[in-house]
């Protein structure tokens, strides 16, 4: 294996700036992940509203066979290992899922007339 550092423990500065500048470009892939993600969350909460609504279950197994099977065959036409992009579907579905049952509490109470709010 070779070093990259000079013998004296510093890191050759040419490898610092490449490491720095594929740095800068994961940082401004996180920000889009997390911005993307906001909005997402930002639909399952209307959709958690809707499903409460009209007393439909949190939860569309359905839905997310399709969900899963669609993002596999982008994962692998993208080259992202297809079971990473499943359970990280599987991870965020989950929490939206977690969501909707709070949302579904909280409009029940209310048609109960008991307190607590869900947002
Ligand atoms: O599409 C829905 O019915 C949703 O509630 C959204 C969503 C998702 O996050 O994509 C979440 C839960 C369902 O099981 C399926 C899909």
Do not use: C, W, Y
Not at 6 to 26: C, F, H, K, Y
Not at 47 to 67: F, I, M, T, W
Not at 96 to 112: F, L, P, Q, Y
């Amino acid at each position: 294996m070779t070093t990259s550092t000079n013998g004296t423990g510093d890191v050759d500065p040419a490898v610092r700036e490449e490491l720095a500048r594929l740095r800068d470009s994961i940082d401004n892939i996180d920000a889009a992940v997390v911005h993307m993600l906001a909005e997402r969350f930002k639909a399952t909460q209307q959709v958690g509203h809707l499903k409460a609504q009209h007393q439909l279950p949190p939860a569309d197994p359905a839905r997310e066979a399709r969900q899963i099977e669609r993002l596999r065959t982008l994962a692998e036409n993208a080259k992202l290992d297809p079971a990473f992009a499943e359970k990280f579907l599987n991870f965020i579905i989950a929490e939206v899922i977690r969501h909707h049952e709070r949302i579904a509490e909280s409009v029940e109470n209310t048609i109960n007339g008991t307190s607590s709010q869900a947002n």
